[in-house]
C-alpha cells in the first residue's frame, strides 16, 4: 500500500513533475481538482484547496516578519535552540554534500534557522525561503514545513506539487518536533533541494531526526529541575491583574492584564494582528494596541518583546496553573487553584474564550470527581449555586458525615428556589 506521505514519484521524475504541473495550472485556472487531470496525492489537493482559500498567490513570496535582533533574541529563547546543534549534526553534513538547505521552522509557521550548502542558500533565498520568513500555508502555500504544520504529520513535497510557482524546481521533506511534556508542536524540520530529495530517504531522515531532538529535548527537561518562571501573573477573580517581577508587584490594568496573560498563553509570541483580533472584538485598528503595549513596556520593561510580540521569559499564572492540574488529572489541585472567573469583566475574545472553556473544564471534573473534599471545595465557593455539584457531594460523602449534611441542606434550598421537586431523599 503506497504511502500517503510520500511523493511517489516513480522511474520517470520530471514526467511526474510534467503531469502534476498541468493539474496545478487546471486547479488555479478553475479552482477546482479535474478528475481528468493528472491524478494529485489527497494530501497534496487538500493543501492546495487550503492555500487556495486562503487567497495565497501562487507569483507572490511570503513576507520576512523577524530581522536581525529581534530575529536573534527571539531564536536564543525558543526552545528548539537548545536542539539545533544535534539537527547540525544529524542532518548538516548531508544537506552540504547533497546540494540542499535545512531549515527549523517554529509553531506559527517562521522560519528561524536556514543552513546547508552555500550554493543551495542563496537559491532558496531567492524565493525568500529565508531566516525570519512566514512559511505557514496561509502565507505560502503547499510546502512540506507548512503542511507538516498544518496537519502535524512528516510528510514530502515534490516539485509542482507546491503551491507557488517559484519553489516548483524543489523538493523537500518535513517533520514536525513536539514537546515531550506535553506534545504540542514546537516546530518543524525541514530539508530542501532537488529531485534527489525526493527519495524515500528523505522523509526518513527528518523523521528519525525530528525524534532525536525530542528526545534530546526530554533528557535535558530530566535533568537538575528548570528555574522557575521569572514572574508570575494573577488574573483569576479579580477585574484586574497583578504581575511580579523582580520582586516588584506590579498592578495591571484590565487591558494591560489581558495582554499579558493573553502572550503567557502564546509563548511562541503573534504578530499584531493576531494579538489585536483575540484583545478586541470591534475591529480596532493595530495602532490602538501598539499604545497600549508601550504603555504596558513602561511597565514590565524588557519582559515585553516585540516582532513578533511575546514575553522574552516564560510567566507563570494561576489560569494556566488551573489548566495544567487538568491535564494532569489533579482536580483537587485545579480546584485549589481555582480563584475565580478569568478577568470576569474582560470582554477580549481570547480572555473570554479561556474563562468560559476553563470554567466548563473545570466544573466537567468536578462533577465526575470522587473526592469529597475536592467537590466541597469546589461546591462552597465558586459552584455556591451550583445545584448538580452539590448533588454530586451527596452522592459521594459517606452517610451521616457533615458534608452530606451540608449538601442535603443546600440541595434542598436551591431545589426550591429553581421551583424543583424537593422531595428527594439524601441522607
Keep these: 500500500m503506497a504511502d500517503r506521505w510520500l511523493a511517489a514519484v516513480g522511474a520517470d521524475a520530471r514526467g ?15 479552482g477546482a481538482l479535474d478528475p481528468a487531470a493528472a491524478p494529485v496525492r489527497e494530501v497534496v489537493a487538500d493543501s492546495w484547496l487550503r492555500s487556495s482559500a486562503a487567497r495565497v498567490d501562487p507569483d507572490r513570496d511570503p513576507p520576512v516578519t523577524l530581522l536581525d535582533g529581534d530575529l ?36 506559527g509557521g517562521r522560519l528561524l534557522w536556514v543552513e546547508g550548502h552555500r550554493g543551495a542558500r542563496a537559491r532558496a533565498a531567492r524565493m525568500n525561503f529565508v531566516e525570519g520568513a512566514l512559511w505557514d500555508e496561509a502565507h505560502a502555500g503547499t510546502n512540506a514545513p507548512g503542511t507538516a504544520l498544518a496537519l502535524d504529520h512528516e510528510v514530502q513535497i515534490f516539485a509542482a506539487e507546491h503551491f507557488r510557482h517559484t519553489v516548483q524546481a524543489w523538493t523537500c521533506a518535513a517533520a514536525p518536533i513536539h514537546d515531550p511534556a506535553t506534545g504540542r508542536i514546537l516546530g518543524v524540520l525541514d530539508v530542501t533541494g532537488g529531485d534527489a530529495v525526493a527519495h ?3 522523509l526518513a531522515l527528518v523523521r528519525a531526526a525530528a525524534r532525536v531532538a525530542e528526545a534530546h529535548l526530554a533528557t535535558l527537561r530530566a535533568g537538575p529541575a528548570a528555574r522557575p518562571p ?74 515585553l518583546h516585540s516582532r513578533p510580540y511575546r514575553l522574552a ?42 474563562r468560559r472553556r476553563l470554567e466548563v473544564e473545570l466544573r466537567s471534573a468536578v462533577l465526575t470527581a470522587t473526592d469529597p473534599s475536592t467537590v466541597y471545595a469546589w461546591a462552597s465557593g465558586a459552584g455556591f449555586d451550583d445545584l448538580a455539584a452539590w448533588e454530586r457531594l451527596a452522592r459521594t460523602a459517606g452517610p451521616g458525615t457533615p458534608h452530606l449534611r451540608v449538601a442535603a441542606t443546600r440541595v434542598a434550598e436551591l431545589r426550591a428556589e429553581y421551583g424543583l421537586n424537593t422531595d428527594a431523599t439524601l441522607m
Design 313 to 354: 521569559e516564560p510567566v507563570g499564572a494561576d489560569f494556566l496553573d488551573v489548566t495544567r492540574a487538568l491535564e494532569m488529572g489533579d482536580v483537587a489541585a485545579a480546584v485549589r487553584a481555582y480563584a475565580g472567573p478569568l478577568l470576569p469583566t474582560s470582554d477580549a475574545p481570547a480572555i473570554a474564550e479561556r
Design 230 to 303: 521569572a514572574a508570575r501573573l494573577r488574573v483569576l477573580g479579580r477585574p484586574d491583574g497583578v504581575l511580579l517581577l523582580d520582586r516588584r508587584e506590579i498592578p495591571l490594568h484590565r487591558r494591560h492584564a489581558e495582554a499579558v496573560a493573553i502572550l503567557a498563553a502564546h509563548p511562541e509570541g503573534m504578530t499584531g494582528q493576531q494579538l489585536a483580533a483575540a484583545m478586541y472584538d470591534d475591529g480596532a485598528a493595530q495602532a490602538t494596541l501598539r499604545v497600549e503595549l508601550l504603555r504596558l513596556r513602561r511597565l514590565v520593561g524588557p519582559l
Design 16 to 30: 511526474r513533475a510534467r503531469q502534476i504541473a498541468r493539474a496545478h495550472a487546471a486547479f488555479l485556472s478553475t
Design 72 to 107: 536573534a533574541g527571539y531564536r536564543a529563547g525558543h526552545p528548539l535552540a537548545a536542539v539545533v546543534p544535534v539537527l547540525r549534526d544529524l542532518v548538516g553534513g548531508t544537506a552540504d554534500d547533497g546540494e540542499h538547505v535545512w531549515a527549523v521552522m517554529d509553531a
Design 200 to 202: 524515500p530517504h528523505s
